[in-house]
């Protein structure tokens, strides 16, 4: 597998990395639901091998406002897992425990950063488990952080766990249904050459 990783990746290999979306979408509805005490339902995510630029069309242009929640993936395997939370999002997980309107992410107080903080952990937490599940390679993750920012810089935030090749990324789309209310929930997931090898080979996945 060459550095163009993500490039490269055949119908059979997305079909393995579409079940990682599966489970941890699965996983993180259920977490969610016990967190929200809501009865949440979720789509079969849609993988797909994207650049920074198609992402930020993707989730509406890099010049809207968003927040991201990243954790880094360390142990065996290293990469990153970033997700995406946009206003509608985010008002609707806030009014689960507060009222709380929100005009703009950039005003969010302490508390409402908490939760989110809180949401985004427990729901990338979900999709490195259902890494670890599938591959059976022991992952550990790093305390989330979060930024409020532009889309398109929220896509270029740094790690110091993965090396970088190129732009592309692995762009999980997720539709969750909170109280028969519509919401999209975006995920990347980067990992590093030797992490994506190591999974496949795990997988029994030629390449």
Known sequence: ?????????????????????????????????????????????????????????????????????????????????????????????????????????????????????EVGNITTAAYANALSVLSGMRINITPPKQYTDEVGKLLHIPSAEIDEYGGSVLFIDVNFSIEEQEFKSNMILELDLKSLTYLFNNLGVPH
């Open 1 to 117: 597998m060459d550095k163009n990783k993500y490039d490269k990746l055949d119908i059979y290999k997305l079909d393995v990395l579409q079940e990682v979306g599966n489970i941890g979408a699965g996983n993180a509805a259920t977490a969610l639901s016990k967190m929200l005490n809501a009865k949440i339902n979720v789509t079969i995510p849609n993988v797909r091998v994207l650049d920074f630029e198609e992402i930020s069309d993707a989730l509406g242009g890099s010049n809207i406002i968003a927040i991201g929640v990243s954790i880094d993936l360390i142990d065996e395997m290293h990469g990153r897992l970033l997700q995406i939370f946009q206003k509608s999002f985010v008002e609707k997980i806030l009014n689960n425990f507060y009222h709380k309107q929100v005009e703009d992410l950039k005003n969010l107080d302490e508390m409402d950063q908490s939760v989110i903080s």
